[in-house]
């Protein structure tokens, strides 16, 4: 249920990013996956692609970068960093 509202966040980032610049679709997302964020990129990856369906980025190329400093104060988030849109 965590990664559940984790990738609806996202995925409501994206739409809202689609909107705002009157684009049709996304084309690449990148994230940046905190260590302690409690998912893994394959894990994310897996719920990105379920949660993309029917969404503005259903065929987006996702990058997934990892924050592996403990020091870094979004360690414990995933953050959009990131999206390109047609």
Not at 20 to 40: C, D, P, S, W, Y
Not at 56 to 62: D, G, N, R, V, W
Request: negative net charge.
């Amino acid at each position: 249920m965590h990664e559940f509202k984790l990738i609806h966040n996202v995925m409501n980032k994206i739409d809202k990013v689609v909107r705002e610049q009157n684009a049709t679709r996304a084309v690449r997302v990148k994230v940046r996956l905190g260590e302690q964020a409690h998912i893994t990129p394959e894990h994310f990856r897996e719920h990105f692609v379920d949660a993309a369906r029917g969404r503005s980025a259903e065929t987006a190329a996702l990058e997934i970068e990892m924050i592996h400093d403990w020091s870094d104060p979004l360690v414990h988030e995933i953050v959009l960093e990131s999206l390109d849109v047609e």
